[in-house]
C-alpha cells in the first residue's frame, strides 16, 4: 500500500461514534473518509481510491453487507473490517462469507481496533507481494504456482492445474477463510453442486500433499469454506 497515507472508508452512521474514530485514525497517520450510510460509502467508494474498508452492519438506506457485496463486486481484494453491536453467529457467518477479514463487536477500544487493522494489513501486504512473484512459503513448504511444483525438504511433488489454482488462492489467503464460492468462480467458472464436489475432493488431495509438515492444517469453515493455516 505504498508510503502515502493509507485512505480508510469508515461507514458508521453512529455520527458521534464516526466521528471519534475518524480523529483517532486520523491522528495515527490514516486518510479517513466517514460516511453515515451505505449509500453514501458507496457513492463515495466509486468515486475515490480506498485502500481500508471499515463497515458497520446496521446502516440505514444500504446495509453493510449489502455495502460490501457491492464494494466486492469493483474490488474483491481490498480489506474490509465490519463493525457490529451484535455477536450473533449468523451475522459473523455471513460477513465472513463476503469476504470479511476481520469482525470487531460494539463496545471495542480503539487501541483494539488499531491492533486488528495493523494485521489485516500486513496480511494483504504479504498477499500482494505473493501474488507478483507465485512463490509461496506455506510453513516448511514452497509453492512455485509457475511450475506446479510443492517442495519440501528436498522432495518435489508436481500439482496439475487446478490443484495448483487452488493452492494458489488458499495461499493467497493463508490463516484467512477462502470463501467456496469464490473459488468454484475463479477455477470452475461455476459454482454448482457439482464442481463443488469435485472441489471437495482436489481439497482432499491437497491435504494429503501437505502432510509433511505437521504445523499446516487445511480446514474446513462449515458453511463458508476453506482456511490453510499455518501453526509455526
Not at 481496533?113 to 496480511?123: E, F, K, P, T, Y
Not at 522432495?155 to 464460492?181: F, G, H, I, P, Y
Request: hydrophobic share 40%.
Amino acid at each position: 500500500m505504498g508510503a502515502e497515507k493509507i485512505r480508510v472508508l469508515l461507514a458508521e452512521d453512529d455520527k458521534n461514534l464516526g466521528n471519534v474514530l475518524k480523529s483517532y485514525l486520523d491522528i495515527k497517520g490514516y486518510d479517513t473518509t466517514l460516511c453515515v450510510n451505505g449509500q453514501e460509502a458507496l457513492n463515495a467508494f466509486m468515486h475515490s481510491n480506498f485502500d481500508f474498508c471499515i463497515v458497520d452492519v446496521m446502516m440505514p438506506v444500504k446495509d453493510g453487507f449489502t455495502l460490501v457485496k457491492e464494494i466486492r463486486q469493483k474490488n474483491k481484494r481490498i480489506p474490509v473490517l465490519f463493525l457490529t453491536a451484535k455477536s450473533m453467529q449468523e451475522d459473523k457467518l455471513k460477513g465472513f462469507s463476503l469476504g470479511a477479514d476481520d469482525y470487531l463487536t460494539k463496545p471495542f477500544s480503539m487501541e483494539e481496533l488499531l491492533v486488528r487493522m495493523q494485521a489485516i494489513i500486513r496480511r494483504a501486504n504479504a498477499r500482494q507481494g505473493e501474488t507478483g512473484n507465485n512463490i509461496f512459503r506455506i510453513g516448511q513448504y514452497t509453492f512455485d504456482y509457475n511450475r506446479q511444483l510443492l517442495k519440501i525438504d528436498g522432495k518435489e511433488q508436481k500439482l496439475t492445474s487446478k490443484e495448483s489454482a487452488l493452492l494458489r488462492l488458499l495461499a493467497m489467503n493463508l490463516n484467512d477463510v477462502l470463501d467456496r464460492s469464490h473459488a468454484l468462480k475463479e477455477i470452475w467458472n461455476d459454482d454448482s453442486y457439482f464442481n463443488a464436489r469435485s472441489m471437495d475432493v482436489y481439497i482432499t488431495k491437497l491435504r494429503k500433499f501437505l502432510k509433511g509438515d505437521e504445523t499446516v492444517e487445511l480446514i474446513n469453515v462449515h458453511g463458508i469454506g476453506f482456511k490453510l493455516v499455518t501453526n509455526d
